[in-house]
T-cell receptor
Protein backbone atom coordinates (compact mmCIF):
# COMPACT_ATOMS: atom_id res chain seq x y z
CA UNK A 1 0.00 0.00 0.00
CA UNK A 2 0.90 3.66 -0.09
CA UNK A 3 3.36 4.83 2.55
CA UNK A 4 3.91 8.05 4.42
CA UNK A 5 7.30 8.40 6.06
CA UNK A 6 7.08 10.55 9.15
CA UNK A 7 10.20 11.67 10.98
CA UNK A 8 11.59 11.81 13.49
CA UNK A 9 9.95 8.92 15.31
CA UNK A 10 10.49 10.62 18.67
CA UNK A 11 11.97 13.83 20.06
CA UNK A 12 13.17 14.85 23.50
CA UNK A 13 13.52 18.61 23.79
CA UNK A 14 13.91 21.31 26.39
CA UNK A 15 11.03 23.66 27.11
CA UNK A 16 11.36 26.76 24.94
CA UNK A 17 13.03 24.99 22.03
CA UNK A 18 11.59 24.91 18.53
CA UNK A 19 10.46 21.61 17.01
CA UNK A 20 10.31 20.45 13.42
CA UNK A 21 8.87 17.25 12.00
CA UNK A 22 7.96 16.18 8.49
CA UNK A 23 6.20 13.66 6.31
CA UNK A 24 7.32 12.51 2.90
CA UNK A 25 5.99 10.17 0.28
CA UNK A 26 6.65 9.02 -3.26
CA UNK A 27 3.01 9.76 -4.07
CA UNK A 28 1.25 13.05 -4.76
CA UNK A 29 -1.26 14.35 -2.22
CA UNK A 30 -3.98 16.97 -2.56
CA UNK A 31 -4.57 17.46 1.16
CA UNK A 32 -2.33 17.34 4.22
CA UNK A 33 -3.66 17.25 7.76
CA UNK A 34 -1.69 17.46 11.01
CA UNK A 35 -3.06 16.00 14.24
CA UNK A 36 -2.01 15.81 17.88
CA UNK A 37 -2.99 12.85 20.06
CA UNK A 38 -2.83 12.71 23.85
CA UNK A 39 -2.58 9.28 25.53
CA UNK A 40 -5.89 7.41 25.48
CA UNK A 41 -7.62 10.09 23.43
CA UNK A 42 -8.53 10.63 19.81
CA UNK A 43 -6.38 12.79 17.52
CA UNK A 44 -7.24 16.48 17.41
CA UNK A 45 -6.87 18.37 14.15
CA UNK A 46 -4.22 21.10 14.32
CA UNK A 47 -3.80 22.34 10.76
CA UNK A 48 -5.27 21.48 7.33
CA UNK A 49 -3.46 22.27 4.06
CA UNK A 50 -5.07 22.12 0.64
CA UNK A 51 -2.69 23.75 -1.85
CA UNK A 52 0.91 23.17 -2.88
CA UNK A 53 3.15 25.76 -1.23
CA UNK A 54 0.51 26.74 1.31
CA UNK A 55 1.91 27.89 4.64
CA UNK A 56 -0.56 28.00 7.52
CA UNK A 57 -0.16 28.94 11.18
CA UNK A 58 -2.19 28.10 14.25
CA UNK A 59 -0.69 29.92 17.23
CA UNK A 60 2.82 28.56 17.76
CA UNK A 61 2.29 25.91 15.09
CA UNK A 62 3.18 26.37 11.43
CA UNK A 63 2.72 23.81 8.68
CA UNK A 64 3.52 23.83 4.98
CA UNK A 65 2.28 21.85 2.00
CA UNK A 66 5.37 21.01 -0.07
CA UNK A 67 5.72 22.40 -3.57
CA UNK A 68 6.14 18.91 -5.02
CA UNK A 69 2.92 17.84 -3.21
CA UNK A 70 4.82 14.87 -1.83
CA UNK A 71 5.71 16.27 1.56
CA UNK A 72 4.67 18.48 4.45
CA UNK A 73 6.29 19.78 7.61
CA UNK A 74 5.08 20.97 10.98
CA UNK A 75 7.00 23.40 13.18
CA UNK A 76 6.28 24.20 16.82
CA UNK A 77 7.93 27.30 18.19
CA UNK A 78 8.88 27.90 21.84
CA UNK A 79 7.66 24.50 23.06
CA UNK A 80 5.83 24.19 26.38
CA UNK A 81 5.11 21.10 28.53
CA UNK A 82 1.55 20.74 27.20
CA UNK A 83 2.95 20.20 23.69
CA UNK A 84 3.78 16.65 24.81
CA UNK A 85 1.98 14.03 22.74
CA UNK A 86 2.08 12.20 19.45
CA UNK A 87 1.82 14.21 16.25
CA UNK A 88 0.46 12.57 13.13
CA UNK A 89 0.44 13.68 9.55
CA UNK A 90 -2.26 12.43 7.20
CA UNK A 91 -2.52 12.85 3.47
CA UNK A 92 -5.34 12.49 0.97
CA UNK A 93 -3.98 10.94 -2.21
CA UNK A 94 -4.55 12.84 -5.43
CA UNK A 95 -7.24 10.88 -7.22
CA UNK A 96 -7.73 8.61 -4.23
CA UNK A 97 -11.06 7.42 -2.93
CA UNK A 98 -12.68 9.14 -0.01
CA UNK A 99 -11.48 6.53 2.43
CA UNK A 100 -7.92 6.81 1.25
CA UNK A 101 -6.55 9.12 3.94
CA UNK A 102 -3.10 7.77 4.76
CA UNK A 103 -1.50 8.33 8.17
CA UNK A 104 2.12 8.56 9.17
CA UNK A 105 3.26 6.52 12.18
CA UNK A 106 3.58 9.58 14.36
CA UNK A 107 6.25 11.65 16.08
CA UNK A 108 6.29 11.31 19.86
CA UNK A 109 7.26 14.60 21.47
CA UNK A 110 8.60 14.83 25.01
CA UNK A 111 9.31 18.21 26.59
CA UNK A 112 11.58 18.67 29.60
CA UNK A 113 10.60 21.61 31.82
CA UNK B 1 -21.69 20.69 21.88
CA UNK B 2 -21.21 19.10 18.48
CA UNK B 3 -18.93 16.15 18.33
CA UNK B 4 -18.31 12.45 18.00
CA UNK B 5 -19.13 10.16 20.92
CA UNK B 6 -17.62 6.73 21.24
CA UNK B 7 -18.66 4.21 23.86
CA UNK B 8 -17.63 2.42 25.89
CA UNK B 9 -14.19 3.87 26.67
CA UNK B 10 -12.90 0.43 27.70
CA UNK B 11 -14.21 -2.94 26.53
CA UNK B 12 -13.18 -6.50 27.28
CA UNK B 13 -13.88 -9.40 25.00
CA UNK B 14 -13.91 -13.07 25.85
CA UNK B 15 -12.73 -15.71 23.41
CA UNK B 16 -15.32 -16.42 20.72
CA UNK B 17 -17.42 -13.41 21.59
CA UNK B 18 -18.65 -10.66 19.31
CA UNK B 19 -18.54 -7.12 20.71
CA UNK B 20 -19.97 -3.90 19.33
CA UNK B 21 -18.39 -0.46 19.61
CA UNK B 22 -20.70 2.52 19.39
CA UNK B 23 -20.05 5.73 17.46
CA UNK B 24 -22.50 8.63 17.28
CA UNK B 25 -21.97 12.05 15.71
CA UNK B 26 -24.12 15.19 15.78
CA UNK B 27 -22.03 17.15 13.28
CA UNK B 28 -24.39 16.34 10.40
CA UNK B 29 -21.48 14.69 8.58
CA UNK B 30 -22.23 12.38 5.68
CA UNK B 31 -19.09 10.25 5.96
CA UNK B 32 -17.99 8.12 8.91
CA UNK B 33 -14.93 5.95 9.42
CA UNK B 34 -13.46 3.33 11.74
CA UNK B 35 -9.71 3.13 12.33
CA UNK B 36 -7.60 0.73 14.33
CA UNK B 37 -4.51 1.98 16.17
CA UNK B 38 -1.79 -0.29 17.50
CA UNK B 39 1.09 1.01 19.67
CA UNK B 40 3.73 2.77 17.60
CA UNK B 41 1.68 2.47 14.44
CA UNK B 42 -0.27 4.81 12.27
CA UNK B 43 -4.03 4.54 11.94
CA UNK B 44 -5.35 1.79 9.69
CA UNK B 45 -8.76 2.03 8.04
CA UNK B 46 -11.24 -0.75 8.83
CA UNK B 47 -14.47 0.43 7.20
CA UNK B 48 -15.95 3.67 5.98
CA UNK B 49 -19.37 4.92 4.93
CA UNK B 50 -20.06 7.84 2.64
CA UNK B 51 -23.83 7.74 3.01
CA UNK B 52 -26.58 6.03 4.95
CA UNK B 53 -27.11 2.34 4.09
CA UNK B 54 -23.79 2.13 2.25
CA UNK B 55 -20.28 1.27 3.42
CA UNK B 56 -16.95 0.07 1.99
CA UNK B 57 -14.14 -2.09 3.31
CA UNK B 58 -10.91 -0.41 4.26
CA UNK B 59 -7.45 -1.94 4.43
CA UNK B 60 -8.10 -4.32 7.34
CA UNK B 61 -11.82 -5.21 7.23
CA UNK B 62 -11.46 -8.94 7.91
CA UNK B 63 -13.04 -9.93 11.23
CA UNK B 64 -15.09 -6.73 11.48
CA UNK B 65 -18.57 -5.68 10.41
CA UNK B 66 -20.45 -2.38 10.36
CA UNK B 67 -23.87 -0.93 9.65
CA UNK B 68 -25.07 2.56 8.74
CA UNK B 69 -28.80 2.65 9.29
CA UNK B 70 -28.79 6.26 10.48
CA UNK B 71 -26.68 9.23 9.43
CA UNK B 72 -25.61 9.81 13.02
CA UNK B 73 -24.56 6.28 13.89
CA UNK B 74 -21.87 3.89 12.63
CA UNK B 75 -21.40 0.94 15.01
CA UNK B 76 -18.49 -1.46 14.59
CA UNK B 77 -18.75 -5.14 15.52
CA UNK B 78 -15.56 -7.01 16.27
CA UNK B 79 -16.38 -10.61 15.50
CA UNK B 80 -14.84 -13.82 16.84
CA UNK B 81 -13.11 -14.14 13.46
CA UNK B 82 -10.80 -11.26 14.43
CA UNK B 83 -8.00 -13.18 16.13
CA UNK B 84 -6.02 -10.19 17.35
CA UNK B 85 -8.61 -7.61 18.41
CA UNK B 86 -6.66 -5.87 21.16
CA UNK B 87 -6.20 -2.30 19.95
CA UNK B 88 -7.40 1.28 20.30
CA UNK B 89 -10.38 1.89 18.00
CA UNK B 90 -11.11 5.34 16.65
CA UNK B 91 -14.26 6.55 14.95
CA UNK B 92 -14.12 9.62 12.72
CA UNK B 93 -16.38 11.65 10.48
CA UNK B 94 -16.29 14.41 7.89
CA UNK B 95 -18.48 16.14 5.32
CA UNK B 96 -16.96 14.19 2.45
CA UNK B 97 -13.88 13.46 0.38
CA UNK B 98 -10.96 15.77 1.11
CA UNK B 99 -12.70 17.47 4.03
CA UNK B 100 -11.26 17.78 7.51
CA UNK B 101 -11.56 14.57 9.49
CA UNK B 102 -12.69 14.72 13.12
CA UNK B 103 -12.18 11.92 15.65
CA UNK B 104 -13.96 10.56 18.69
CA UNK B 105 -12.07 9.86 21.92
CA UNK B 106 -11.59 6.16 21.16
CA UNK B 107 -12.38 2.75 22.64
CA UNK B 108 -9.68 0.50 24.06
CA UNK B 109 -10.57 -3.14 23.38
CA UNK B 110 -8.77 -5.88 25.25
CA UNK B 111 -9.12 -9.65 25.24
CA UNK B 112 -9.73 -11.52 28.51
Amino acid sequence: GQQLNQSPQSMFIQEGEDVSMNCTSSSIFNTWLWYKQDPGEGPVLLIALYKAGELTSNGRLTAQFGITRKDSFLNISASIPSDVGIYFCAGQLDGGSQGNLIFGKGTKLSVKP
Amino acid sequence: DGGITQSPKYLFRKEGQNVTLSCEQNLNHDAMYWYRQDPGQGLRLIYYSQIVNDFQKGDIAEGYSVSREKKESFPLTVTSAQKNPTAFYLCASNRGAGEKLFFGSGTQLSVL
